[in-house]
T-cell receptor, first 112, second 116 residues
Framework: GQQLNQSPQSMFIQEGEDVSMNCTSS?????WLWYKQDPGEGPVLLIA?????ELTSNGRLTAQFGITRKDSFLNISASIPSDVGIYFC????????????FGTGTRLQVTL | NAGVMQNPRHLVRRRGQEARLRCSPM?????VYWYRQLPEEGLKFMVY????????ESGMPKERFSAEFPKEGPSILRIQQVVRGDSAAYFC??????????????FGPGTRLTVL
C-alpha cells in the first residue's frame, strides 16, 4: 500500500529553534492530518486541514495544506523538550471510505 | 470525557494461539478503524467498521484475521493461529462521521502484541 513520504526522516535541534517538516504524495488528498506519537503511545491529533491552501495554527504549531493537494507542511516554533517524538502526516482521499494513509514519520529530538 | 480505550495494552502469545484485541470508541463515535504499526514505520490501515457492519477490510489479511463491531460492546480484532510476523502494535481509532469535513480520527493507546 502507498505511504506518504516525509522529510526529514529525523532531526536534532536545539531548544528554542524552529522546526519545519513536510509530507509529499504522488496522489491527491482532500484532507491532511498531522499526528504526534510518543514512545509506547498512540498518535495524538495535532492539526487537521480540509482545503487546499489552508493555513491552520494550534499554539506553536502551524500546518499548511499544499495548493496542489499533494503535499502538506508542519512548522513548530520555539521548540521545547516535550516536542520530542515522531510526527506523522496522514492523508485521506475521497472515495476511500475514510482509511488514512500515513507518512513515514519524522523523528524529532530536542537538545537543551 | 474518555478517549478511545484499548485493552490489553500488552499481549504475549505463543505461535498458534489466538489473540483478541478490544477497542471501545470515544463516546458518540460510531466509526471504528484498526491500524497496524511495525517498529520504525507508519501506521497501515487494516479495517473500517460501523456498528454491526464491515465497511472496508481491504488492508486486512484474508486469512486468520477478522474484526467485528457488535451492536453492544467493544470492537474486536481477532487473530487466529498467530505467527511471529504478527508481532506489532495494533491501534484502534474512532470518528464521529465518515465523510465530508471534520472527519478526524482519534487513536487509542494501542495493543502491543508479541508472538513468541
Amino acid at each position: 500500500g502507498q505511504q506518504l513520504n516525509q522529510s526529514p526522516q529525523s532531526m536534532f535541534i536545539q531548544e528554542g529553534e524552529d522546526v519545519s517538516m513536510n509530507c509529499t504524495s504522488s496522489s491527491i488528498f482532500n484532507t491532511w492530518l498531522w499526528y504526534k506519537q510518543d514512545p509506547g503511545e498512540g498518535p495524538v491529533l495535532l492539526i487537521a486541514l480540509y482545503k487546499a491552501g489552508e493555513l491552520t495554527s494550534n499554539g506553536r504549531l502551524t500546518a499548511q495544506f499544499g495548493i496542489t493537494r499533494k503535499d502538506s507542511f508542519l512548522n513548530i516554533s520555539a521548540s521545547i523538550p516535550s516536542d520530542v517524538g515522531i510526527y506523522f502526516c496522514a492523508g485521506l482521499r475521497t472515495g476511500t471510505a475514510s482509511k488514512l494513509t500515513f507518512g513515514t514519520g519524522t523523528r524529532l529530538q530536542v537538545t537543551l | 470525557n474518555a478517549g478511545v480505550m484499548q485493552n490489553p495494552r500488552h499481549l504475549v502469545r505463543r505461535r498458534g494461539q489466538e489473540a483478541r484485541l478490544r477497542c471501545s470508541p470515544m463516546k458518540g463515535h460510531s466509526h471504528v478503524y484498526w491500524y497496524r504499526q511495525l517498529p520504525e514505520e507508519g501506521l497501515k490501515f487494516m479495517v473500517y467498521l460501523q456498528k454491526e457492519n464491515i465497511i472496508d477490510e481491504s488492508g486486512m489479511p484474508k486469512e486468520r484475521f477478522s474484526a467485528e463491531f457488535p451492536k453492544e460492546g467493544p470492537s474486536i480484532l481477532r487473530i487466529q493461529q498467530v505467527v511471529r510476523g504478527d508481532s506489532a502494535a495494533y491501534f484502534c481509532a474512532s470518528s464521529y462521521t465518515q465523510g465530508g469535513g471534520n472527519n478526524e480520527q482519534f487513536f487509542g493507546p494501542g495493543t502491543r502484541l508479541t508472538v513468541l
